[in-house]
Structures are given as C-alpha cells and as structure tokens.
C-alpha cells in the first residue's frame, strides 16, 4: 500500500496550499472503505493530528488549530484525499502526512491509522 503526498511548498503568511495524497498498491484495492487522516509533525515536536474524514457519509473531523481555515476532502473515483489550507500562518509550518485508517469510527489518534505516506512539505514564512 502506498500513499503518496503532494503539494507542500513555501508560502507567506496568509497564504494558501491545496494538499493531495493519493492511495494505490494492490491491498488497497477499496479506497472508499478507508477513514483518511492528515496529521503534521514541526521540527521538535511530536506528529500531531489535523483533519480526518470518514469512509462512509464524509463526516470530518478537525483540530482545533486548524478549524475554519482547512477543509478535508475525499474523491474516492480517484482514491485522493485532500487538505485545502487557507490563511496559513507560519505555526503550520511542519511536514504534512496522509493516513489510512481501517477503523469504523472517526478517529483523530495515531494509532487507529494503518497506513502513512512518505509526507510533504509545508513552510509558511512571516
């Protein structure tokens, strides 16, 4: 299973970025039956979690930090998931991952997650 991320960069404050993840590999043959998570991790600090979206009903879920300025989203005809940011600030600045989750329910821990992509880079400037 492989999840591959896109779309970091560097961007100023007030800025945006559209983050996708897309899902492939041959265990991963149903897409839709996936809770999709991204989590952040900053230099320092522990992987932290930002946005989830449910498999089925697209119910979503998001940290506190991040509430009205991201938007998760799903296509599940391509196996994407994606993290619109708005108004970035450069407290967001932090390595962005994309997860699988095979759990029923929306979860927003590390350990409900069982597939992580390689991650992608996102710096915001002052």
């Known amino acids: 299973v492989q999840l591959q991320a896109s779309g970091g960069g560097l961007v100023q404050a007030g800025g945006s970025l559209r983050l996708s993840c897309v899902a492939s590999?041959?265990?991963?043959?149903?897409?839709?039956?996936?809770?999709m998570g991204w989590f952040r991790q900053a230099p320092g600090k522990e992987r932290e979690f930002v946005a989830t979206?449910?498999?089925?009903?697209?119910?979503?879920y998001y940290a506190d930090a991040v509430k009205g300025r991201f938007t998760i989203s799903r296509d599940n005809a391509k196996n994407a998931v994606y993290l619109e940011m708005i108004s970035l600030k450069p407290a967001d600045t932090a390595v962005y991952y994309c997860?699988?989750?095979?759990?029923?329910?929306?979860?927003?821990?590390?350990?409900?997650?069982?597939?992580w992509g390689q991650g992608t880079q996102v710096t915001v400037s002052s």
């Open positions: 997860a699988a989750s095979a759990t029923t329910f929306i979860s927003a821990a590390r350990s409900d997650y069982n597939f």
């Open positions: 590999g041959r265990t991963f043959s149903t897409f839709s039956t996936y809770g």
């Open positions: 979206i449910r498999r089925v009903g697209g119910s979503t």
